[in-house]
């Protein structure tokens, strides 16, 4: 079974700094999708960011992008230019490639604090 | 507006009262979801439902039961709850099943069980 951690359960970054939140996975599998979603207070699931994993090149959005090294199985995630508005609960999560159905795997989440 | 919808989004009840979470989308979507939350550790799979009529366990199934009667509802039954099921709840849903799918969620559902 895959799992997935994310070993930073608070961080904080100063407005308008970067700030890279960690992920690690472990699977056998060689293909598979990975996300970072966002929770703020309003407790609503937001789509930060998706990687497919036989995608060598890493995603990005705007002032969010990934470090994925498949190898090392890791996936962390870089906000540039923190906002007030990116304080929130960031979880990582992994979804098997051909695992019709199946949900995802979801890490324990980081809480992230932005410091005016 | 597209939209997943759960209600009520507050509920405190007593153990084995039965209570229903119900869970509505307006995308045409065939696949529904149900997780539940905890503290430390992430979001995990309830239950879910590829389309109407097609239910099956996810990873946390016990003391839960579903239906999918309608393509756009997907209601989550305690039969009777207890206190570990006190939780947030979350539906999601997307097109099909598919990996390569968004999931849409709901706003969540703050349970309490005492």
């Known amino acids: 079974a895959q799992t997935v951690t994310q070993s930073q359960p608070e961080m904080s970054v100063q407005e308008a700094e970067t700030v890279t939140l960690s992920c690690t996975y472990d699977?056998?599998?060689?293909?598979?999708?990975l996300f970072w979603y966002k929770q703020p207070p309003s407790r609503q699931m937001i789509l930060v960011i998706r990687?497919?994993?036989?995608?060598?090149q890493n995603a990005t959005e705007n002032r969010f992008s990934v470090n994925f090294q498949k190898a090392a199985k890791s996936f962390s995630l870089k906000i540039s230019d923190s906002q007030l508005g990116d304080a929130a609960m960031y979880f990582c999560?992994?979804?098997?490639?051909?695992?019709?159905?199946?949900?995802?795997?979801f890490g324990p989440g980081t809480r992230l604090s932005v410091l005016p | 507006e597209a939209q997943v919808t759960q209600n009520p989004r507050y509920l405190i009840t007593v153990t084995g009262k039965k209570l229903t979470v119900t869970c509505s989308q307006n995308m045409n979507h065939e696949y529904m979801s149900w997780y539940r939350q905890d503290p430390g550790l992430g979001l995990r799979q309830i239950y879910y439902?590829?389309?109407?009529?097609?239910?099956d366990k996810g990873d946390v199934p016990e003391g839960y039961k579903v239906s999918r009667k309608e393509k756009r509802n997907f209601p989550l039954i305690l039969e009777s709850p207890s206190p570990n099921q006190t939780s947030l709840y979350f539906c999601a849903s997307s097109f099909t099943g598919a990996s390569t799918d968004t999931q849409y969620f709901g706003p969540g559902t703050r349970l309490t069980v005492l």
């Open positions: 439902s590829m389309n109407v009529e097609v239910t």
């Open positions: 699977t056998s599998e060689s293909d598979y999708y």
């Open positions: 990687q497919e994993a036989y995608k060598q």
């Open positions: 999560a992994y979804r098997s490639f051909d695992n019709y159905g199946q949900n995802f795997v």
